[in-house]
C-alpha cells in the first residue's frame, strides 16, 4: 500500500483521493479547534505560506477524540479556522485516530514511520502525559497518537519521513521539510 490508495473526505461530504497531493510534501495533522495546541494553526498556515511555492501543502484532518475538543463537524471546522487563525489549507471532515474505527490513512501513517518516548521531552509533554494517563492512557501506547496536533511529514514520493508530537518545535518539522523539498 501507498498513502496516495487512501481515501479522505473533504468538509463538503465529497470524497478525495490522496492521489491528489502525489508529487507534493505533505504535513497531515490531526487538528482541534478547541485545544490547548489550537494556536499551532497559525504557525501551519505560516509553514504553508512559506512553502506551498515548493508545492508543499499542510492538511488537516480534525480529531474530537481527545477531550472532545473539536465537537464541530468538518463545515463548522473549516470556517472557524479561517475565521480565527487564517487557514487557507484544506481542512478535512472529523476522523477517529486511534482505537476503533481509525481511518485507514491514519492507521497506515502510524505504521510507517517510528515513533519516540512520550512524555519526557520538555515540561509540557511531561503534563500533557499525566492528563493523557487521566483521560485515555491507552493514548500513550505505542504507535497510538497521543494527542491533538501530532503531525507526519510525507515527501514528494508518497515516503512518510518523520512524526512529530504536538510539543515539537515547528523549527524542527520546519528542518526536515527543508531536507525534503
Not at 83 to 100: C, H
Request: hydrophobic share 35%; aromatic share 12%; proline share 4%.
Amino acid at each position: 500500500m501507498s498513502i496516495y490508495n487512501y481515501l479522505v473526505k473533504k468538509s463538503n461530504g465529497e470524497i478525495l483521493s490522496m492521489e491528489t497531493y502525489r508529487g507534493k510534501p505533505m504535513l497531515i495533522v490531526n487538528t482541534a479547534n478547541q485545544c490547548q495546541f489550537t494556536y499551532q494553526f497559525e504557525d501551519l498556515q505560516k509553514l504553508y505560506d512559506k512553502y506551498k511555492n515548493d508545492n508543499f501543502i499542510v492538511l488537516g484532518l480534525p480529531c474530537d477524540q481527545f477531550g472532545n475538543q473539536n465537537p464541530e463537524d468538518g463545515q463548522e471546522t473549516t470556517k472557524l479556522c479561517k475565521l480565527n487563525y487564517g487557514v487557507t489549507f484544506p481542512i478535512f471532515e472529523l476522523v477517529k485516530v486511534n482505537g476503533e474505527g481509525t481511518h485507514p490513512l491514519f492507521n497506515y501513517l502510524k505504521h510507517e514511520v517510528d515513533f519516540r518516548e512520550f512524555g519526557k521531552f520538555n515540561m509540557e509533554e511531561k503534563i500533557l502525559a499525566e492528563n493523557i494517563l487521566q483521560l485515555e492512557p491507552s493514548f500513550l501506547d505505542g504507535r497510538n497518537i497521543r494527542w491533538n496536533f501530532t503531525k507526519f511529514l510525507v515527501d514528494a514520493q508518497g515516503k512518510t519521513v518523520a512524526r512529530f508530537e504536538p510539543t515539537d518545535s515547528l523549527l524542527d518539522i520546519e528542518s526536515v521539510l527543508e531536507n525534503i523539498l
